[in-house]
């Protein structure tokens, strides 16, 4: 790859992330990320800024974003997020922060049980939602609650949501493609690699779709 771009990583130790951060690095980009355990994070690179902080600290958001090519959020806590809408406090403020620095593409890693801003759930994902998934329902919430502000505040940013579904963090089970009708459990893996790519396609802008294996 010849172009060399730097990214802004949310969530860069959890299990998304981290496959994520591995991808861009291997790919000779650059990686800030901004975590809560650095000691998570894989072995030093000369490539990869860590930056140590919590989303629901005081963060300052114009440093994390100063020089940043794209922003992706694989962010999630769901025993926080039960009551607290973490994610859009944050991203409220992050979104200021890009204007302001000229940054302009975002791509945030939703559920495919969150439903996206005007959209609908169908029944078989909203049964999933209320049964199997329900100790995530505060998490989906925040995922709906970050949609709306994206959609309603957020046009002029080149925002991109990838509603994710994930099963295990297992080896590659194929190669995600998006859909908006077509669901696939994947693994954190896939879905990563999947975030990488999408986050770079112009005709995903301002979508909000599932990701599911491609059939050929
Ligand atoms: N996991 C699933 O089954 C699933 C399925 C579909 C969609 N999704 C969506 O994808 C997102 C990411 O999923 P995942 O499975 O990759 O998540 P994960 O493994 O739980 O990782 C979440 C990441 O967010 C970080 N984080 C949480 N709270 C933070 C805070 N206050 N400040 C800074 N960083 C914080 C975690 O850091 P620490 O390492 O410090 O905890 C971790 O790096 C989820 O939120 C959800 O919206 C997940």
């Given at each position: 790859m010849s172009q060399r771009y730097t990214f802004l990583v949310l969530g860069a130790t959890g299990g998304t992330g981290k496959h994520f951060v591995a991808q861009a690095l291997g790919d000779g980009h650059t990686v800030r990320a901004l975590v809560r355990s650095p000691g998570k994070l894989p072995s030093p690179s000369p490539n990869l800024q860590v930056v140590q902080g919590s989303i629901a600290d005081p963060i300052d958001t114009d440093a994390l974003v100063q020089g940043v090519d794209y922003v992706v959020s694989m962010l999630g806590d769901k025993n926080l997020q039960r009551d607290n809408k973490i994610c859009t406090t944050f991203v409220k403020k992050l979104v200021p922060s890009m204007r302001k620095h000229g940054v302009r593409r975002f791509l945030y890693q939703a559920g495919g049980l969150s439903r996206p801003y005007q959209g609908s759930l169908s029944p078989i994902l909203w049964l999933l939602r209320y049964t199997l998934a329900r100790g995530f329902d505060g998490q989906h919430q925040d995922n709906e609650a970050v949609m709306e502000y994206l959609a309603t505040e957020a046009m002029d940013i080149d925002w991109i949501v990838h509603r994710a579904g994930i099963g295990s963090d297992?080896?590659?089970?194929g190669t995600l493609v998006r859909s908006s009708k077509d669901f696939s459990v994947a693994t954190h893996r896939d879905c990563a690699e999947y975030s990488y790519r999408t986050i770079m396609e112009n005709a995903a802008i301002h979508t909000s779709d599932f990701s599911c294996y491609s059939k050929v």
């Amino acid at each position: 790859m010849s172009q060399r771009y730097t990214f802004l990583v949310l969530g860069a130790t959890g299990g998304t992330g981290k496959h994520f951060v591995a991808q861009a690095l291997g790919d000779g980009h650059t990686v800030r990320a901004l975590v809560r355990s650095p000691g998570k994070l894989p072995s030093p690179s000369p490539n990869l800024q860590v930056v140590q902080g919590s989303i629901a600290d005081p963060i300052d958001t114009d440093a994390l974003v100063q020089g940043v090519d794209y922003v992706v959020s694989m962010l999630g806590d769901k025993n926080l997020q039960r009551d607290n809408k973490i994610c859009t406090t944050f991203v409220k403020k992050l979104v200021p922060s890009m204007r302001k620095h000229g940054v302009r593409r975002f791509l945030y890693q939703a559920g495919g049980l969150s439903r996206p801003y005007q959209g609908s759930l169908s029944p078989i994902l909203w049964l999933l939602r209320y049964t199997l998934a329900r100790g995530f329902d505060g998490q989906h919430q925040d995922n709906e609650a970050v949609m709306e502000y994206l959609a309603t505040e957020a046009m002029d940013i080149d925002w991109i949501v990838h509603r994710a579904g994930i099963g295990s963090d297992g080896p590659s089970k194929g190669t995600l493609v998006r859909s908006s009708k077509d669901f696939s459990v994947a693994t954190h893996r896939d879905c990563a690699e999947y975030s990488y790519r999408t986050i770079m396609e112009n005709a995903a802008i301002h979508t909000s779709d599932f990701s599911c294996y491609s059939k050929v």
